[in-house]
């Protein structure tokens, strides 16, 4: 049974080694080298203060994550997140980062987010075909952006509505502020528990 939590600071270890090999050997990360335990704890805990960070696990086993941040530092973009999701690579294609994905969308459209922005390397197909399939639209692809792994490769940007965009909108709250009873029913029903 796959279950869906919170991610907490003792998961560190766990999630940079789903992590590792992303940025070791693809380039689907544009890091260059594997963030220290102590660096990747910092994330978590700077992302959580907010954002939702979630992660999957099943048999005490975590499967994958995913999560949000700001999408950028000036206050206009408030309304806007990035989002990011590593999945086990032998948990791929079982429907672990789909169940993360909905759970995170309806945490963010809780909190009053609007517009949630997905950042993916070129050529990824199979990103492409998951983020797509989780209705995000494309919106544009900035090429030779980034040198990894002996080739210059580029990056698109990809755009998920969460919400209406409306007049003067209320400030997004911290996921920690929501009811706990919409942030159980997130995790649960559409998360899923199967």
């Known amino acids: ?78 309304w806007t997140v990035e989002t990011s999701i590593y999945v086990r690579r032998d948990c791929r294609g079982a429907g672990v980062g789909a169940r993360l994905y909905r759970a995170l969308f309806e945490l963010l459209r809780a909190q009053g987010i609007r517009t949630a922005c997905a950042i993916i390397t070129c050529p990824n197909d199979p990103s492409f075909a998951f983020h797509h399939s989780m209705g995000f639209r494309d919106s544009g692809i900035l090429p030779n952006f980034g040198y990894k792994l002996g080739a210059w490769r580029g990056i698109a940007y990809l755009y998920l509505p969460l919400l209406p965009c409306q007049e003067a909108p209320e400030m997004p709250c911290p996921v920690h502020m929501l009811d706990p009873e919409c942030r159980a029913r997130a995790l649960e029903s559409l998360g899923g528990n199967s």
């Open 1 to 78: 049974m796959i279950t869906l939590r919170f991610a907490r600071p003792e998961d560190a270890d766990a999630l940079l080694e789903i992590y590792r090999p992303y940025v070791e050997e693809t380039a689907i990360s544009f890091e260059t080298s594997v963030p220290s335990r102590e660096e990747f704890l910092r994330r978590i805990t700077e992302i959580s203060a907010f954002y939702p960070y979630l992660l999957a696990e099943s048999d005490g086993q975590i499967l994958g994550y995913a999560y949000a941040h700001e999408f950028g530092e000036r206050g206009a973009f408030r």
